[in-house]
Structures are given as structure tokens and as C-alpha cells.
């Protein structure tokens, strides 16, 4: 998942936000010079223009109105400090700075540090990392970030255009480092000092051995210290969110001790307990995703799952050709099932009742006590064969890792042929065309469900050759709309 091609540039563009708003106030406060190569820096600023230019297409070809408002009304749309927005300014800070000769103008990039933000509330969502420890790395960012851009802005009010102390009294001015002024010191210990003001600002109120000397610096830190409370009381918000959270594996996990002692107290046998530890996973597990959908309604949630049903079965190649109407009708009656590794879904010998849809997990076929290659593609229908000529499996189906499956039975499936004929002409091709055996196709025909269908087919053509005679157009019309 992490390295999926639709995230790379996701991740790209965050390290290079990261790196840009990082750099952005050492550049403008100490005129520190860039660590990268100007090459690397250029190609960066290329790849923010790229990431703006493909937001714009996105959005023109998804919506073109709102593409346009977007392009009539970006000016209004960067004062209200949209961070999307302001790359726009960014980028175009970079080159400005240099023709203007004033390196303040690259403050503007600090924006895209809410894109380092983003990068870790992506890797938040990945399970392969620890959540608790990314959680934790982007509450200690964010709080570095804040103490490091304060410093930098604290040292900016200290020194004139060229980085040299001003000529009035600052904070800077009666700081002694041994036996030397800060003043004349270099970046380092000048930028040490500037986040230890920065630091005992933010953290306690503001006055200390380090403060204000002047009125500019009384006003900047009054702004800085109300700012400052919003950020920690965020910050606070979230650590307590990191200490009270238990995850999804924390959860079920719990849960799964309690059944295990259960399992040892009541005895149960090895392969019964194994069967249910299989079950209980799983459930626990489902159980856990439906608690995100807790506060939706009833009607809201039965319509994801509708849609959800409905993608599944457009994928699938048995009802190709089907039309949108009956997508819907069979997602309605759809049900979903799961099951956990080494768990019997079909017995050999037995008729299948109902049509199985595998879209997760993966099954394997045994008969004669020969395994068969798995069965692992998505939305796959297994026992179909049996299902369409009333016949006994031939073998056994059983699933090899976690499974999940969609269940339509037979009278609903039935129904909704009966009631879309086109359709069931496009099922009964689909069957001859996934079965090339004219054996089969001979089977299927004389088979209750395919008379069924040739019954409905030839039924609707009698009745609109007996409208078309008597000349009832309203018959006629309703007819053909019937078997579309």
C-alpha cells in the first residue's frame, strides 16, 4: 500500500513540503543557504507547479463550473488562507525573491507544512505502521515546527534586512554567551538562543531571562502567545486522543482472550475451537468497521451498502450486458456473508440454492481428495453450474484465507429475470459463452431455468404480437419497456 502508484507523488510532494517549509524561515531570518543543490531545488518548485496544474484538470474535467469559479476567483479564494491556494503564491515566491532581492518574500512557503501534516495523517491510516507512533510523530512536529518558526521570526525582529543586529535595543542586545555579545555570535548559537526564547514564550508566560525589549517585540509576543494557546490546547486535544484510543487490534484482541479462557473452561474440542476462533475474528472484526457507520441512519446506511452491492455485481461477467435497473434490483436482495480460512462454504454432492459471489479472500476446490488451484480472483461466482441446472456439486468448496461473499438466492434471482427478459437473454449468453461445451449448452436448455427463460421470452413475444394486431400502442409501449 505505501508504495501504490497513486501514492508516491502523495508522499514525493510531502517530503518536499517538509524539507521547503522547514527551510523557509532559516532562509529568511539567518539567510542560511539551501542544503540542496539548486538543480534538486528547481526540480522541487517544477513538481508544486505540476501538483497545482493536475488539481486545476481534475477539477475542470470532474466539474467545469466549479473549475471556473476556482480560476475567476482565486484572489478571494488565497485571503481566505487556503493552504492549497497559497502553493500557488509559494511557488511564485521563489523566483520573486530573487528578481525583488528580498529573501522575506519566501516566508509564504511555510504553508505547505500542512502538507508534511497530510503525509502523517496518511501514514496514520496505514496498517502497516504503528498508529500510536505516528500519532506521536506528528504531535512532536508539530509542536518542533512551531517552536522553530517562532525562533526564526523572533531573530527576524533582532536583526535589519542584511542579518546584522539593529542599531535600537532588542532582545539580542544584552544576551552574553561567555564572554562574548549573542549579537556577534554565529547562526548556530544565534539560532539555539532564538528557539530557547521561543521555547519559554510558548511554554510558561512569556518573561524571563529572555524577553521583550522593545514595543514591536511586546506586540509580536502578545500575538505569538494567543496564537500559541490554540495550538497547544490542539495538541493537548490530540494527546489525550493518543492515550485514551485503543486500536482496532487492542479491540479484538481483548475480545479474543475472553474466548479463549471460555474455549479452555468449557473444553471444547480442537477443531470446533478452531472453527470458532476462525468465526469470531472475523466477526469481531466487521463488528469493529460497522461501529464508523453507528451514527449514520438506517435508510443512509442501507443505501451504501446498496451501492456497494451494486459495484460488486457490475463486475461480474455473468451479467454482462444487463441493464442498470436490474443492477439495482438484484443489489436490493443481495446479502453479505464471510467466512474464515479452512470453513466448508459448499459441500460436494449437495444442489446449490443460492448464487455465491467471492469478492475477497480466496477458496480452493476438493474432489477425490484432490485440491485444485485456488480460486483468488474478485468477484468470482463459484457453484454455478450447479445452481443453473438444479444438478449435485461435483466438489467441495471451502475457503483457504479469510473470505467475503455476496449471496443472492435463487427466487429472488429468478424474480429478477422474470421481470427484465432482456436481461435474461444477456445470462443465458453469458452461460453459453463461459461454457463453450455444447454439452453444456444442450443441458442448459432443457434445464428448469433455462425453459423458464425461452417460457418468459417467447410469452412477452405473444403478447406484443397480440397488441401489435389489435393496434394497442399503450400495450406495445408498456410491453417494450417491460423487456428492455
Not at 481566505?80 to 512557503?109: D, T
Not at 441493464?323 to 479452512?342: I, M, R, T, V, Y
Request: net charge neutral.
Amino acid at each position: 500500500m505505501l508504495f501504490a502508484r497513486n501514492l508516491i507523488w502523495f508522499y514525493l510532494l510531502g517530503i518536499f513540503a517538509t524539507y521547503s517549509s522547514v527551510m523557509a524561515p532559516l532562509t529568511c531570518a539567518f539567510n542560511a543557504e539551501e542544503y540542496l543543490p539548486y538543480q534538486i531545488i528547481i526540480v522541487m518548485e517544477f513538481a508544486f507547479i505540476v501538483d497545482i496544474l493536475r488539481g486545476w484538470i481534475c477539477a475542470y474535467h470532474d466539474n467545469q463550473p466549479i473549475a471556473n469559479d476556482r480560476f475567476l476567483h482565486w484572489c478571494y479564494r488565497i485571503w481566505l488562507l487556503n493552504p492549497r491556494k497559497l502553493e500557488l503564491v509559494a511557488v511564485a515566491a521563489v523566483p520573486l525573491a530573487n528578481i525583488l532581492q528580498c529573501e522575506y518574500l519566501r516566508w509564504i512557503n511555510i504553508v505547505r507544512a500542512m502538507r508534511g501534516k497530510e503525509l502523517l495523517e496518511k501514514l496514520e491510516k496505514v496498517e502497516s505502521f504503528n498508529y500510536a507512533f505516528i500519532m506521536f510523530i506528528k504531535i512532536m512536529a508539530i509542536q518542533l515546527y512551531c517552536i522553530h518558526t517562532t525562533g526564526c521570526m523572533l531573530h527576524q525582529l533582532a536583526t535589519d534586512f542584511e542579518g546584522l543586529p539593529q542599531i535600537y535595543q532588542t532582545w539580542m542586545s544584552d544576551i552574553q554567551i561567555g564572554n562574548q555579545n549573542l549579537s556577534g555570535l554565529g547562526n548556530v548559537q544565534k539560532y539555539i538562543a532564538s528557539t530557547y526564547f521561543a521555547t519559554v514564550t510558548l511554554s510558561t508566560v512569556g518573561y524571563g531571562d529572555i524577553h521583550a525589549t522593545n514595543l514591536t517585540e511586546m506586540v509580536a509576543l502578545a500575538c505569538l502567545i494567543i496564537v500559541s494557546l490554540t495550538v497547544w490546547t490542539y495538541l493537548g486535544v490530540q494527546l489525550a486522543n493518543l492515550f485514551g484510543r485503543r486500536s482496532k487490534k487492542q479491540i479484538v484482541g481483548e475480545k479474543m482472550d475472553n474466548l479463549e479462557k471460555y474455549l479452555k473452561e468449557a473444553k471444547i474440542a480442537e477443531n470446533l475451537a478452531e472453527d470458532i476462533r476462525g468465526h469470531m475474528q472475523m466477526k469481531y472484526s466487521d463488528d469493529f468497521d460497522r461501529k464508523i457507520l453507528e451514527d449514520v441512519p438506517a435508510c443512509l446506511i442501507a443505501k451504501i451498502n446498496k451501492n456497494f452491492n451494486e459495484s460488486i455485481i457490475r463486475s461480474v461477467s455473468l451479467f454482462n450486458g444487463c441493464s442498470p435497473e436490474n443492477f439495482k434490483h438484484l443489489a436490493s436482495g443481495a446479502q453479505q456473508d464471510f467466512h474464515p480460512p479452512g470453513c466448508t462454504v459448499l459441500k460436494e454432492g449437495n444442489i446449490v440454492s443460492q448464487l455465491h459471489i467471492l469478492y475477497k479472500g480466496g477458496l480452493e476446490l476438493l474432489q477425490g481428495g484432490t485440491v485444485h488451484p485456488p480460486l483468488t480472483r474478485p468477484t468470482t461466482v463459484f457453484g454455478l453450474e450447479s445452481f443453473v441446472l438444479n444438478e449435485p456439486l461435483p466438489h467441495t468448496i471451502r475457503t483457504y484465507k479469510a473470505s467475503k461473499f455476496l449471496i443472492i438466492s435463487k427466487k429472488y434471482f429468478m424474480e429478477c429475470l422474470h421481470n427484465y427478459l432482456e436481461d435474461g437473454a444477456s445470462v443465458m449468453k453469458n452461460l453459453s459463452n463461459v461454457r463453450r461445451d455444447p454439452a453444456f449448452v444442450e443441458r442448459l436448455l432443457q434445464s428448469v431455468f433455462g425453459i423458464q427463460m425461452q417460457k418468459d421470452v417467447i410469452r412477452n413475444a405473444s403478447l406484443l404480437n397480440h397488441a401489435i394486431f389489435f393496434e394497442d400502442l399503450e400495450k406495445v409501449k408498456k410491453l417494450i419497456h417491460w423487456g428492455e
